[in-house]
């Protein structure tokens, strides 16, 4: 670092040591607490503007976006759609590419959306950087299917549970698919059978914890993880992504933020009911 | 195994699409729509049979053995019976124990043949009824109705029997609300309403004396308990997982007042109706009617010990959501508000067909599944990995060696020279003591004439030291002729590099005492004082010119005056 605290952007070990940094970040299990390269460039991506602005260059032209830097989980970067980096569903999950196999697609998508929603079930729990969520398979699964049982009671009330028209298949929703596919069937050895549910939500937590965005705690459950800092902030990301889509396609709505999960008020004559 | 695919083309209506109506015919198209809902459930429930009436027609085609000698329609639904008598409130039915009883109702249809087949038999039949194959483990219907915009083809998707895993992580089956209803040969009704059906029908055919009835509508009854349990079982186990997701309130509340209020009913009905039995039981005049009634009364007991299970679970569920509850109200409050991910982002899109969602949840996958490293192949490494020979490997391991294990010994403190130096300074004469800072100069001599013998000094003062703390004992048990002793007289050491007291050190002679005297020893000093000891050694000391006020142990030492 230059004691002006000022880099000039011709400067080629500046640049090596930006590229140095952003090298770290493509490798998400490393953390700055353990190497002491690792914490000085964070350190200096703090301090020295001019360095920033030069690590910042080069994720653009990596088609990167930086989302955080921080002292625990360093540098925390984000693919756009069209970098090299960004992982393809179609490399995810064979077999899910090309057209009719939307229902694939959108199983293994909602494993990783409900293993968030679990980890962070309240929007004050995404804000709170102490906050540490625990996931299990089990739980993410459990949770979507119930939150598929309450939207089929909700169709059944509303008077349109119509089953699915057999041409479009497409057309069928979410929910149902989900809901139609096995949970937990024996696969006459008792590995998981890849298919099922809980198979496809134990690939995504498997996956994430490969990713250095979870951290496996014991095999209860089905597998038990917790949340690190670098999850909550992929989260927050990729939701308000997938916000702007639903939002731009009128699918959801902008709410107040005190969250729609049911807050319960406590008298003395409910407690005395149950 | 292919998955199951029946086609039911129903039209109840005689209707063209594309005649103008008049509006007579308008009205009744409406009354159809009404009805056209009965008319689906109408369907579907013929529809749930079907894969019992499948495993009937694909028996001849399979390769392995003769089949057709088994009824198979009646085995799975012998299966199905099985499983839904042995599932209760808690767990399922036990996949092993299923296959041994079905196999004792294959045997029963087919006595001559093989053990093994009769056992293949009936897990192949249990394995149709899970549909093992396919992705789903489900059977798919396509039906059609006749709506407002003509004929449309719908898909009723259902599952007969399911594996479960119970609390001990072990597969459980359990029978599905389809197969319940097509062992009951009912349709999709309200449960509670069918319940209470079940046991005012069972109720009149008792009193009225028809016990062959009766048992039918005995068993029915018991099927609609197992059915209403499961439906609590559900509701209960989802709402004992995802406690957020529940009205607190006001709906479970008042969902757990209702099953409670329906299990107490059903409880009445059924011991009133357990009493009646029990006396016709008493007064029946032929043995056959005994009988009937004997297994009736055990029919009804089994539907109120379930009653009873129920109960406990309702009864404990509250105590249960209770202390989930206390956990989540004393979580961290808000601190700012953010996206709220079940709301606005998983609940839409579980909404929306599988087209429109796919693309929202893909923005959602790729940033939330982080990155992805694409692997650079140059082609030296590639070539290196080729041309290596396969390292060959002893199936037995390498060799193991011995670890040379060297003592690795501490270097003493002090080097052999100023032991020597050290030896010899502490020659004393007994006549002559010498203070210890005498000692340090003439150590300190030593140590300029002789280079090897380092920290002298020191190590001067730590055996004077020692010898200020000396046991005299040992040295008398040792015989040995004199002792170095060491002590303050309150002198102060004047020195450059150590402080403390300047010590007195002597060599003194020790007396021996006779052997087996236990009497105090008195020791005589040369100025005639005396000193008693309860101890057993006396030292002679040389003349020296202190008081003997020394910083001794319990020894008394005899002083000399100058």
């Known amino acids: ?222 597998g038990t993880y917790a949340t690190t800092s670098r999850y909550r902030i992929q989260v927050a990301e990729a939701g308000s992504r997938m916000f702007a889509e639903l939002l731009s396609l009128g699918i959801t709505e902008i709410t107040d933020g005190t969250g729609t999960l049911t807050p319960v008020e406590w008298t003395d004559q409910t407690v005395s009911q149950l | 195994m292919s998955p199951l695919a029946v086609t039911l083309t129903c039209m109840e209506v005689e209707f063209e699409p594309g005649r103008p109506f008049d509006d007579a015919a308008s009205d009744l198209i409406s009354d159809r729509a009404l009805t056209s809902a009965g008319f689906a459930q109408r369907v579907k429930a013929l529809a749930t049979t079907a894969p019992l009436h499948d495993l009937d027609a694909r028996k001849a085609q399979v390769q392995s053995a003769d089949y057709t000698v088994y009824q198979m329609a009646e085995l799975a639904l012998h299966a199905i019976d099985l499983v839904t008598i042995a599932m209760d409130f808690d767990t399922g039915a036990r996949p092993v124990s299923v296959l041994k009883d079905l196999a004792a109702g294959v045997t029963a249809q087919a006595p001559d043949r093989a053990l093994a087949e009769h056992q293949r038999v009936a897990s192949w039949v249990l394995e149709n009824l899970l549909n093992v194959g396919s992705t789903d483990r489900g059977f798919r219907t396509v039906y059609g109705l006749t709506g407002p915009g003509g004929y449309e083809r719908r898909t009723f998707d259902f599952k007969l029997l399911e594996e479960t895993r119970g609390l001990d992580g072990d597969l459980y089956l359990r029978a599905s609300n389809e197969a319940v209803n097509v062992l009951v ?224 010994e501490e270097p003493p403190r002090f080097p052999g020279a100023s032991y020597e130096h050290l030896a010899s300074l502490l020659d004393l004469d007994p006549a002559a003591p010498q203070r210890l800072s005498g000692l340090l100069a003439d150590a300190r001599a030593r140590q300029s004439e002789d280079p090897d013998a380092e920290d002298l000094p020191l190590l001067v003062v730590v055996r004077v030291l020692a010898l200020a703390a000396q046991e005299i004992g040992v040295a008398r048990r040792h015989h040995d002729a004199t002792v170095l002793i060491a002590l303050d007289d309150g002198t102060v050491l004047q020195d450059p590099a150590f402080a403390g007291a300047d010590l007195l050190v002597a060599r003194a002679e020790v007396l021996q005492t006779r052997s087996g005297d236990t009497q105090p020893i008195v020791l005589e000093t040369a100025d005639g004082s005396h000193w008693a000891s309860d101890g057993t050694e006396t030292i002679d000391a040389g003349p020296t010119n202190v008081k003997p006020e020394g910083n001794m142990n319990s020894n008394m030492i005899q002083e000399n005056a100058p």
């Open chain 2, 185 to 408: 040969g009912a349709l999709e009704v309200d449960l509670e309403a069918a319940h209470i059906a079940a046991d005012v029908r069972l109720d009149i055919l008792i009193k009225r004396g028809r016990l062959s009835e009766a048992q039918a509508a005995a068993q029915n009854a018991r099927y609609r308990t197992i059915q209403y349990g499961e439906m609590l079982r559900q509701r209960l186990e989802a709402t004992s997982r995802d406690v957020r997701n529940v009205d607190w309130a006001q709906a479970m509340p008042a969902f757990i007042d209702e099953a409670l209020a329906h299990i107490e009913g059903r409880y009445r009905a059924e011991n009133a109706i357990l009493v009646n039995l029990t006396e016709v039981r008493d007064t029946a005049d032929t043995p056959a009617r005994k009988a009937h009634a004997a297994r009736l009364v055990d029919l009804v007991s089994d539907c109120l010990r379930r009653h009873d299970q129920l109960q406990a679970g309702l009864q404990t569920a509250g105590r249960r959501f209770r202390a989930e509850q206390d956990r989540q109200t004393f979580a961290p409050g808000p601190i700012r508000a953010a996206l709220d991910l079940h709301a606005q982002l998983l609940q839409p899109v579980l909404t929306r067909p599988v087209a429109e969602a796919d693309v929202p949840l893909l923005r959602f996958f790729s940033p939330a599944a982080g990155l992805i490293v694409p692997h650079a192949l140059r082609l030296v490494d590639l070539f290196e990995g080729l041309i290596t020979p396969p390292a060959e490997r002893d199936p037995l391991g390498g060799l193991i060696e011995d670890p040379e294990i060297e003592l690795d």
């Open chain 1, 1 to 222: 670092m230059s004691s002006t605290g000022q880099t000039t952007a011709s400067s080629v070990g500046a640049v090596a040591d930006a590229s140095r940094l952003v090298a770290f970040a493509l490798r998400p299990k490393l953390r700055p607490a353990r190497d002491e390269t690792y914490a000085e460039l964070v350190r200096r991506f703090h301090h020295d503007d001019g360095f920033a602005e030069l690590v910042k260059a080069i994720c653009l032209g990596l088609d990167l976006v930086i989302l955080d830097a921080d002292d625990r989980h360093g540098l925390v970067v984000a693919s756009s759609e069209e970098s090299v980096f960004a992982v393809r569903m179609t490399d995810y999950a064979r077999r899910s590419g090309g057209e009719g196999k939307a229902a694939e697609r959108v199983l293994h998508a909602l494993a990783h959306l409900g293993a968030a929603t679990l980890a962070y079930p309240r929007p004050a729990d995404l804000s709170n950087p102490a906050y540490v969520g625990r996931v299990t398979v089990n739980g993410v699964e459990a949770f979507v299917r119930e939150a598929c049982r309450r939207l089929s009671e909700a169709a059944a009330e509303a008077g349109d549970d119509v089953d699915p028209s057999a041409d479009t298949p497409d057309l069928e929703t979410a929910w149902r698919v989900y809901q139609r596919r096995a949970a937990t069937p024996g696969s006459g050895d008792g590995r998981r059978v890849a298919s099922s549910t809980i198979g496809i939500v134990g690939k995504a937590l498997t996956f994430l914890a490969d990713q250095g965005m979870l951290v496996k705690r014991s095999e209860e459950d089905g």
